[in-house]
C-alpha cells in the first residue's frame, strides 16, 4: 500500500468517526417528539437509499448484483440494522453522549477477532493504542449530575459494538465483499437493514411519523451525515487500512462530540475532558505512526534483551 492511499484511508477514518457522532444530536430531538427508534431508523434508512441511487447512477454504476454477492450483502445488512437499533433504543435508557462513548469498546473487539480468526498480526503498537484508547474512552464517559449507568443500557451498546464489529470485520475479510464498489455496498446494506425495520413494524411495531416539519430536515440529516457520508468513509477507510486502524480512529468521535458541544452548545469543558480527549489523540496517532513505535520498541527490546542483568 503506497503513502496516498494510507493518508486518504486515515482521513475517511477520522471524518466517518465525526459524521457518526452526529447521531444523538439528530434522533434524540425526535425521541422527545413521540418518535420510537424503529420508526427514526426505518426513515433514516429509506431516505438514504435514493441519494445512494442518485450518487450510482450520476457514476454509471450498476445496480445489480452477482449471485454469491446476495447473501453477504444481506449479513450485512442485517448487522448495520441491528448494530443501529440497538444503539438508537439505549438512548432510552441513559445518556446518549455516555452510550456514544461506550460504544467505542467495538475496536477492541475488531482487534480480537483479526488476531484470534484471521490471524492478523499482533503488534506492541496495537495493545498499546487500545489501552491508552481505553483510558480516554473512560475520562470521556461520565454520566451527568446524578444520572447513574443503566445495566440494560449498557447491555444495548455492547451489542451494538459486537454487531457493528462483526460488520467491519466482514467487510474486510469477505472476498464477496472487497469487489463491490463502495457506494453499491452501502446502498445494499440500507435496502436489507430497511426490511428488517419493515418487518419489525408489520409484527407490531409502532410507526411513528415526525410531529412537526423540522423533524423532516432531522431524519434527512440522519440519512446523510451519520448514514451516507459516515458509513460510505468507513466502508473505503477499510478497504485502504484495513480493519482494526479504521476501528481504533473510530474512537475520534467522542472527542468531536466533546469539541462540538463546547463551540456549539456552550457546555462547559473540563479537565478530564482534555486529558480524555488527548489521550484519544495519542492512540490514534499511535495507529497512525504504528509503523515507526513497532520499529522503536522493536530496537528498545535489543538494546535491553531479557537476562541481561544476570
Given at each position: 500500500m503506497?503513502?496516498a492511499?494510507?493518508?486518504k ?15 444523538p ?13 424503529v ?26 448484483l ?22 438508537f ?13 461506550l ?9 480480537v ?19 491508552v ?15 447513574t ?10 451489542l ?9 470485520v ?9 469487489n ?6 452501502l446502498?445494499?446494506?440500507l ?7 419493515i418487518?419489525?413494524?408489520?409484527c ?6 415526525p ?11 440522519l ?26 480512529l473510530g ?25 480524555g ?8 496517532t ?8 513497532d ?16
Amino acid at each position: 500500500m503506497n503513502y496516498a492511499s494510507k493518508i486518504k484511508g486515515y482521513s475517511l477514518a477520522a471524518l466517518a468517526a465525526a459524521a457518526y457522532g452526529t447521531n444523538p444530536a439528530f434522533a434524540v430531538p425526535l425521541y422527545e417528539h413521540g418518535m420510537n427508534a424503529v420508526s427514526v431508523l426505518l426513515f433514516r434508512y429509506l431516505l438514504g437509499i435514493p441519494i445512494l441511487a442518485i450518487i450510482m447512477a450520476v457514476r454509471g454504476k450498476s445496480f445489480a448484483l452477482k449471485k454469491e454477492e446476495i447473501v453477504p450483502t444481506m449479513i450485512l445488512g442485517v448487522l448495520m440494522a441491528l448494530s443501529s437499533l440497538t444503539l438508537f433504543e439505549s438512548y432510552n435508557y441513559m445518556n446518549s453522549g455516555v452510550a456514544s462513548t461506550l460504544l467505542f469498546v467495538y475496536p477492541v473487539m475488531v482487534a480480537v477477532m483479526m488476531i484470534m480468526f484471521f490471524h492478523e498480526k499482533f503488534s506492541i503498537s496495537t495493545v498499546i493504542c487500545l489501552v491508552v484508547m481505553g483510558a480516554g474512552l473512560m475520562l470521556l464517559m461520565k454520566p451527568q449530575g446524578d444520572a447513574t449507568l443503566s445495566f440494560f443500557g449498557c447491555l444495548l451498546v455492547m451489542l451494538s459494538a459486537l454487531t457493528y464489529a462483526l460488520y467491519i470485520v466482514m467487510v474486510n475479510v469477505s472476498n464477496s465483499v472487497k469487489n463491490i464498489p463502495t457506494t453499491k455496498l452501502l446502498f445494499y446494506v440500507l435496502a436489507w437493514g430497511s426490511l428488517v425495520y419493515i418487518g419489525m413494524i408489520s409484527c407490531g411495531s409502532e410507526l411513528t411519523m415526525p410531529s412537526e416539519n423540522w423533524g423532516w430536515l432531522n431524519l434527512l440529516a440522519l440519512a446523510v451525515i451519520p448514514t451516507v457520508i459516515s458509513l460510505g468513509c468507513t466502508t473505503r477507510a477499510i478497504q485502504l487500512i484495513g480493519s482494526t486502524p479504521t476501528a481504533i480512529l473510530g474512537a475520534l468521535e467522542p472527542v468531536s462530540a466533546v469539541v462540538l458541544s463546547v463551540w456549539v452548545l456552550g457546555q462547559p469543558i473540563t479537565v478530564q475532558d482534555i486529558i480524555g480527549g488527548l489521550l484519544i489523540v495519542v492512540a490514534t496517532t499511535i495507529v497512525i505512526c504504528s509503523g515507526l513505535v513497532d520499529k522503536v520498541i522493536l530496537r528498545m527490546r535489543k538494546m535491553f534483551p531479557k537476562g541481561r542483568h544476570k
